[in-house]
Structure formats: C-alpha cells, structure tokens
C-alpha cells in the first residue's frame, strides 16, 4: 500500500530529526519559521484543524491532510498524533510528491491524499 510507504518515509524523516509532532510544537515551528510542510491527519478534530489554519494564516507552508492519527501516531511512537510538521526542505518536498503522485493515480486511495496548498496572502 502506498500509505504505508509515506508512513515509513515521515518515520525516516523523525530519525533524521526533521519532524516536529503534536498541534502545540508544529505551531511554535511556524511561529518560528523552521516548517517547510505541515501534515494533518483526516481524522484531526474540527477544532484542530481551525488552530492549525489558524497558524499557517499569511504564511507560504503548505498544508497535507494524509492519513489517520492512531496509525501517524504509531509511526511516530505516540499513542495518537494528528498534526506535524516537517523542517527539511528535501523531506518536505519527497513527502509532497509521494502523496501528490498518488492522489492523482489514484483518487479513491483512503486514509490518504487530498492535498492542498496553503497561500493565505
């Protein structure tokens, strides 16, 4: 399954140091202009995704809403996670066009897909 290739893949970014995970660390990483890409999970509660909107107000970060929390947080070493972001610009961009790549092959993919580029300007 491809999900499981974009799961692996944000995991490699982790070791790599290159993923900040949960709502209030991704916010403090846009605040302080080290996200190049911010990850939501579809399951994420309306609530978050308002706060997440929120932060990527007038900033040039785009925004993925890829997978479910229990199965982002379990990639990740936590119990659930819904939000993270990525802060190499190399990750970032890989994690775009694995997710990209797929929704356009395949748009009836679940748990995965929908992405959307966040311009608030």
Same mark, same amino acid.
């Given at each position: 399954?491809?999900?499981?290739?974009?799961?692996?893949?944000?995991? *490699?970014?982790?070791?790599?140091?290159?993923?900040?995970?949960?709502?209030? *660390?991704?916010?403090?990483?846009?605040?302080?202009?080290?996200?190049?890409?911010?990850?939501?999970?579809?399951?994420?509660?309306?609530?978050?995704?308002?706060?997440?909107?929120?932060? *990527?107000?007038?900033?040039?970060?785009?925004?993925?809403?890829?997978?479910?929390?229990?199965?982002?947080?379990?990639?990740?070493?936590?119990? *659930?996670?819904?939000?993270?972001?990525?802060?190499?610009?190399?990750?970032?961009?890989?994690?775009?066009?694995?997710?990209?790549?797929?929704?356009?092959?395949?748009?009836?993919?679940?748990?995965?897909?929908?992405?959307?580029?966040?311009?608030?300007?």
């Amino acid at each position: 399954m491809w999900e499981n290739k974009v799961y692996s893949f944000i995991g *490699l970014a982790k070791k790599a140091g290159a993923v900040i995970a949960g709502e209030g *660390l991704t916010e403090m990483s846009l605040k302080k202009g080290k996200a190049c890409l911010v990850i939501i999970t579809e399951d994420a509660s309306h609530n978050t995704r308002k706060k997440v909107e929120t932060a *990527l107000y007038n900033r040039d970060i785009p925004l993925i809403k890829f997978g479910h929390k229990e199965k982002m947080g379990q990639t990740l070493g936590k119990s *659930l996670l819904s939000v993270i972001s990525v802060t190499d610009r190399g990750f970032a961009d890989r994690i775009k066009e694995m997710i990209g790549q797929n929704e356009i092959n395949d748009n009836t993919a679940h748990g995965g897909g929908f992405f959307e580029q966040t311009k608030n300007s």
